[in-house]
């Protein structure tokens, strides 16, 4: 096995995760938001499983492509000698019922209906096998749909689909690592080829509205994310937790915030002293900005990128 591409979060669910602490998300942004981290949660899941497959074969995790002005994401794309592989990764829990004469996934709790994961593969497929045609590919697909939550039961299975359950990845995987397999050049241009085709960030996202002047302000706690910390000497410490972390390595991480959220804003010691809150000091962050980052400018003008 070969990751030729690793798997990253995501812009969105780096922005929602901060927002999430520090502004009042409706409950319709917090449920995307847990929506977007829980199928973060579940292809990273999946991902420990690839990892220790032993035979030939590529692995392209998180891919987003564009082809015929149409946008498509594959969870997770393995490249065998003889196969292309992608698969459609679900981390969905609780009770599922599978509805034949209308091809639909119902929550039995809800009775909501979730995207059916069929389709999406269906989709990924067609334009994947259109892509891969264009640049004159012409292995065959096989596709699959994952789940892979432990707590997740689908009623009335379809027995002629190609979905793996939770109680079948082990024997999925066992199989997967047993293709046979002897990857050359032009599979390692494929995967090369698919990787630089990436789009880091999709167009469309579910960020609520904020602005700076609407932010909680303070540090918290870089493991349990309370706000209940205090400066002991040279290190912030939590009072939940009792977790402990340099106050220079908070400073850093809080800038880190400030420019994943506001990127257009010039970093300086009087917006990162707000922005902290719990530092008693502004010589302190401006010491450590010197340190840490490149000073730019004069007076009124001096700023820190």
Not at 20 to 38: D, G, S, W
Not at 193 to 217: C, D, N, V, W
């Given at each position: 096995m070969e990751l030729y591409k690793p798997r990253t979060e995501s812009l969105e669910l780096r922005?929602?995760?901060?927002?999430?602490?520090?502004?009042?998300?409706?409950?319709?942004?917090?449920?995307?938001?847990?929506?977007?981290?829980k199928g973060?949660?579940?292809?990273?899941?999946?991902?420990?499983?690839?990892?220790?497959?032993?035979?030939?074969?590529?692995?392209?995790?998180?891919?987003?492509?564009k082809h015929n002005n149409s946008l498509f994401q594959i969870d997770t794309l393995l490249i065998y000698?003889?196969?292309?592989?992608?698969?459609?990764?679900?981390?969905?829990d609780g009770d599922c019922c599978y509805y034949p004469d209308k091809e639909t996934f119902t929550m039995i709790l809800t009775?909501?209906?979730?995207?059916?994961?069929?389709?999406?593969?269906?989709?990924s497929k067609q334009l994947l096998h259109s892509l891969l045609k264009s640049l004159g590919v012409q292995l065959p697909l096989e596709g699959y749909v994952v789940f892979v939550n432990p707590h997740f039961t689908l009623y009335q299975a379809p027995l002629n689909k190609p979905i793996i359950y939770p109680n079948q990845l082990d024997r999925f995987m066992d199989q997967l690592n047993k293709i046979p397999s002897t990857l050359g050049n032009q599979?390692?241009?494929?995967?090369?080829?698919?990787?630089?085709?990436?789009?880091?960030?999709?167009?469309?996202t579910s960020l609520p509205q904020y602005?700076?002047?609407?932010?909680?302000?303070?540090?918290?706690c870089v493991k349990c994310d309370s706000y209940?910390?205090?400066?002991v000497e040279d290190e912030l410490v939590c009072h939940v937790c009792g977790e402990h972390e340099s106050i220079e390595a908070a400073v850093v991480r809080n800038v880190e915030e400030i420019r994943l959220l506001f990127p257009e804003m010039r970093i300086?010691?009087?917006?990162?002293y707000e922005w902290c809150g719990v530092f008693p000091s502004k010589k302190m962050i401006r010491r450590i900005l010197l340190k840490q980052y490149k000073a730019i400018g004069y007076g009124r003008w001096f700023y820190f990128e």
């Amino acid at each position: 096995m070969e990751l030729y591409k690793p798997r990253t979060e995501s812009l969105e669910l780096r922005k929602m995760r901060l927002l999430n602490k520090r502004m009042a998300l409706t409950p319709e942004e917090k449920k995307a938001y847990l929506y977007v981290q829980k199928g973060y949660e579940g292809e990273v899941l999946f991902d420990r499983l690839t990892e220790k497959l032993q035979c030939d074969v590529y692995v392209l995790n998180d891919l987003l492509l564009k082809h015929n002005n149409s946008l498509f994401q594959i969870d997770t794309l393995l490249i065998y000698q003889k196969s292309i592989m992608p698969i459609e990764i679900k981390n969905q829990d609780g009770d599922c019922c599978y509805y034949p004469d209308k091809e639909t996934f119902t929550m039995i709790l809800t009775d909501k209906d979730m995207k059916n994961p069929l389709d999406q593969l269906k989709r990924s497929k067609q334009l994947l096998h259109s892509l891969l045609k264009s640049l004159g590919v012409q292995l065959p697909l096989e596709g699959y749909v994952v789940f892979v939550n432990p707590h997740f039961t689908l009623y009335q299975a379809p027995l002629n689909k190609p979905i793996i359950y939770p109680n079948q990845l082990d024997r999925f995987m066992d199989q997967l690592n047993k293709i046979p397999s002897t990857l050359g050049n032009q599979h390692k241009k494929v995967a090369a080829e698919l990787a630089a085709r990436h789009i880091k960030e999709t167009p469309f996202t579910s960020l609520p509205q904020y602005s700076f002047g609407a932010m909680k302000k303070g540090s918290c706690c870089v493991k349990c994310d309370s706000y209940m910390v205090t400066v002991v000497e040279d290190e912030l410490v939590c009072h939940v937790c009792g977790e402990h972390e340099s106050i220079e390595a908070a400073v850093v991480r809080n800038v880190e915030e400030i420019r994943l959220l506001f990127p257009e804003m010039r970093i300086t010691t009087n917006l990162v002293y707000e922005w902290c809150g719990v530092f008693p000091s502004k010589k302190m962050i401006r010491r450590i900005l010197l340190k840490q980052y490149k000073a730019i400018g004069y007076g009124r003008w001096f700023y820190f990128e």
